[in-house]
């Protein structure tokens, strides 16, 4: 072990002073147990995110398109990669322990992957609201994270964030010029997603947060969430989109949109239950899991692991 | 057959086995046995997507149409199912990564030689797609070989392996069978000689790589003329485009 | 499975860097998985693979000490406050 607290105070101090923790700092048990499952969340939601566009992948229209449908679902994979590896340093899980308890349904991952895509608009609004509030979030930790290996790899995931956020506008932009059917569809796909990736960033953060207080977040929630409202509610009308908000309204005075009230009660339902898809794309990477098994245990064997 | 029409069956045959090898592999995303080899093996596939579209670009241009991304789509989705030029070895859709694996390892060790074969084409764009996609190859060839290499010497990976080995293996000279009209590209320097040359070869390099004869299993149930001059699908094709068109035949006025 | 440290470098820019880790059996299917893993987008042309229980760590308070040795720190500054005063009087 390399630097040790003898207090909690003293710990929190050295936060506050902006310290970095690594992984092989004595940290205190609350925050290296805050720490990882805040990454083992990101990594299994980065991970469901790209079964979630796997389902679409196979009939992207057009070779080149899916080409960078590809590029991008595999940075998925990678960013799951980067976080697992990183996770598995805290000593808390292994990554195989991480990737069994995901397969199991008994871990958590960010509600807008219990859904399933069911047209193609909504791979289109997956890789555009969604995305973009990944990284929305993903930006506002990485500014003042405190611990040192997930603030490193968060800046090649945001970097990589970045591509898929113009390809997820480009795609979106072809539709808005599209013909009324693409239009539609994409109208529909908004319908379905704009809720569930609005709550993405979750209720309004408690005051008592300790993500906050230990710097492994640096925003609130809803400032994170108003963010994302402020600046693609203009983009998606703009693209000539009806954003799906009965209670949507232009405050003159603050220069600034509002969405109107919150239905939490899905996400509530979600985290809590499942959502509509989860059970059937958990089963499915669950069963690839145990078939696939034979090539782990060969490439394991004689490696004493 | 035209001079122009020999090399262009020539061609689309080199590209719909790289547009459905790529699409094979592809598939795997998400689902590969661990999470490097996920990057690894849809990096390949990528690859092979990429001489499928430049592949496409050289037909539409021997074709006088402008290669726009539309015309190379409407060339790799848009023909009916007896216009494809693809080997079954690269329609056959499997859920066993044995067989994937096996068939990768084949399928780039046929690919390095048919791309030497074009690397001096009298096409001078096929010579310089031949150039990036060797490039390209090494990196293919080295992933397959380091994975067998470590899965060959594990008693039950190696069954599973060569148990894969046996379901491929029918359909190697399928690969190896030329589209019409190969002669004639051959005689005007488009490529430097026979497909059908390169069965040998590979071959013997499958019974060195996995060290046993699979002479025997080649002539199994999927001869070489079952596939007419690569005119005929298999079983797998036609579910497989279905889905893959599935959103172009959403619209057919739609640009994506 | 053995897990590999990463590092990487662009030509002409920089040392190499440590990029992150992977799992693999041996050291040829690391250095064939490391490419896609982190090069992808050719962010390095080199790049190294080193097995994490190979590499050689020095404890921190062995190393911490040097953190205090100011004399290997000149800063100059008489020297600079002069050339300061003498700029200013030429003024």
């Given at each position: 072990m390399a630097r040790s607290w003898a207090t909690m105070e003293d710990f929190e101090a050295f936060l506050d002073g902006g310290g970095l923790v690594e992984a092989d700092d004595a940290m205190p048990d609350a925050y290296r147990q805050a720490v990882f499952a805040f990454i083992e969340m990101h990594a299994n939601s980065e991970?469901?995110?790209?079964?979630?566009?796997?389902?679409?992948?196979?009939?992207?229209?057009?070779?080149?398109?899916?080409?960078?449908?590809?590029?991008?679902?595999?940075?998925?994979?990678?960013?799951?990669?980067?976080?697992?590896?990183?996770?598995?340093?805290?000593?808390?899980?292994?990554?195989?322990q991480m990737l069994e308890d995901l397969f199991a349904g008994r871990s958590r991952f960010h509600n807008v992957f219990h859904y399933r895509a069911v047209t193609w608009g909504d791979q289109v609004a997956i890789a555009f609201l969604v995305d973009a509030a990944a990284l929305i979030s993903q930006q506002a930790v990485f500014k003042n994270c405190s611990y040192g290996p997930y603030k490193r790899i968060l800046r090649r995931i945001i970097a990589e964030e970045g591509f898929h956020m113009r390809l997820g506008e480009d795609r979106m932009m072809r539709i808005a010029e599209g013909t009324a059917r693409q239009r539609q569809m994409f109208q529909e796909s908004l319908d379905r997603w704009?809720?569930?990736?609005?709550?993405?960033?979750?209720?309004?953060?408690?005051?008592?947060?300790?993500?906050?207080?230990?710097?492994?977040?640096?925003?609130?929630?809803?400032?994170?969430?108003?963010?994302?409202?402020?600046?693609?509610?203009?983009?998606?009308?703009?693209?000539g989109f009806t954003v799906p908000a009965p209670g949507l309204r232009w405050d003159d005075e603050a220069r600034r949109w509002d969405v109107g009230p919150i239905d939490w009660a899905p996400l509530r339902r979600t985290l809590a239950q499942g959502g509509p898809d989860s059970a059937r794309r958990i089963g499915e990477a669950a069963d690839n899991w145990r078939r696939t098994a034979w090539v782990r245990t060969a490439l394991s064997d004689g490696n004493g692991s | 057959?035209?001079?122009?029409?020999?090399?262009?069956?020539?061609?689309?045959?080199?590209?719909?086995?790289?547009?459905?090898?790529?699409?094979?592999?592809?598939?795997?995303?998400?689902?590969?046995?661990?999470?490097?080899?996920?990057?690894?093996?849809?990096s390949i596939g990528q690859d092979e997507l990429g001489h499928a579209a430049m592949l496409y670009e050289l037909v539409l241009e021997l074709d006088g149409i402008e290669p726009t991304d539309t015309a190379v789509d409407l060339l790799a989705f848009g023909r009916p199912s007896h216009a494809y030029r693809c080997c079954h070895l690269v329609e056959y859709v499997t859920e066993d990564w044995a067989e994937a694996l096996v068939r990768h390892w084949i399928y780039d060790a046929f690919e390095e030689k048919r791309w030497h074969l074009v690397a001096?084409?009298?096409?001078?764009?096929?010579?310089?797609?031949?150039?990036?996609?060797?490039?390209?190859?090494?990196?293919?060839?080295?992933?397959?070989?380091?994975?067998?290499?470590?899965?060959?010497?594990?008693?039950?990976?190696?069954?599973?392996?060569?148990?894969?080995?046996?379901?491929?293996?029918?359909?190697?000279?399928?690969?190896?069978?030329?589209?019409?009209?190969?002669?004639?590209?051959?005689?005007?320097?488009?490529?430097?000689?026979?497909?059908?040359?390169?069965?040998?070869?590979?071959?013997?390099?499958?019974?060195?790589?996995?060290?046993?004869?699979?002479?025997?299993?080649?002539?199994?149930?999927?001869?070489?003329?079952?596939?007419?001059?690569?005119?005929?699908?298999s079983g797998s094709f036609e579910p497989l485009m279905a889905r893959m068109r599935e959103v172009l035949d959403f619209d057919p006025e739609a640009v994506w | 499975m053995h897990v590999y440290e990463v590092f990487v470098k662009k030509d002409g820019r920089d040392e190499f860097r440590h990029a992150g880790a992977l799992e693999a059996a041996n050291d040829e299917l690391a250095v064939v998985l490391a490419r896609e893993a982190y090069l992808r987008r050719a962010e390095g042309d080199?790049?190294?693979?080193?097995?994490?229980?190979?590499?050689?760590?020095?404890?921190?308070?062995?190393?911490?000490?040097?953190?205090d040795k100011p004399h290997r720190h000149h800063d100059g500054a008489a020297v600079a406050a002069r050339r300061k005063a003498s700029r200013q009087s030429q003024q």
């Open positions: 991970l469901m995110g790209a079964l979630t566009e796997r389902d679409w992948i196979p009939k992207t229209p057009g070779l080149r398109h899916k080409m960078a449908v590809l590029a991008k679902t595999q940075d998925e994979i990678g960013h799951g990669h980067l976080l697992y590896m990183v996770a598995a340093d805290l000593g808390v899980k292994t990554r195989t704009f809720w569930p990736a609005l709550q993405l960033f979750g209720p309004d953060s408690k005051p008592d947060d300790m993500l906050l207080r230990w710097h492994i977040k640096s925003e609130r929630n809803e400032a994170l969430r108003d963010r994302w409202v402020q600046r693609f509610v203009p983009m998606l009308q703009g693209y | 057959m035209s001079e122009q029409g020999a090399i262009r069956e020539f061609l689309l045959a080199f590209a719909d086995d790289e547009h459905l090898m790529g699409q094979q592999h592809t598939e795997w995303i998400g689902v590969a046995p661990f999470l490097e080899e996920d990057l690894a093996f849809s001096g084409s009298s096409v001078p764009k096929l010579a310089a797609i031949a150039g990036k996609a060797l490039q390209e190859e090494a990196f293919h060839r080295r992933h397959a070989d380091a994975l067998l290499d470590k899965l060959l010497e594990a008693p039950q990976a190696r069954k599973r392996i060569l148990d894969a080995l046996e379901a491929v293996a029918p359909m190697v000279p399928g690969l190896c069978e030329a589209a019409a009209g190969e002669a004639r590209a051959v005689a005007e320097g488009a490529t430097a000689g026979a497909t059908a040359d390169l069965l040998e070869p590979l071959v013997r390099a499958i019974d060195e790589r996995f060290g046993r004869s699979t002479a025997a299993g080649l002539t199994a149930d999927d001869p070489a003329d079952g596939q007419a001059r690569r005119t005929r699908r | 080199r790049l190294w693979v080193v097995r994490r229980d190979h590499v050689v760590a020095a404890a921190d308070d062995f190393v911490g000490p040097n953190a």
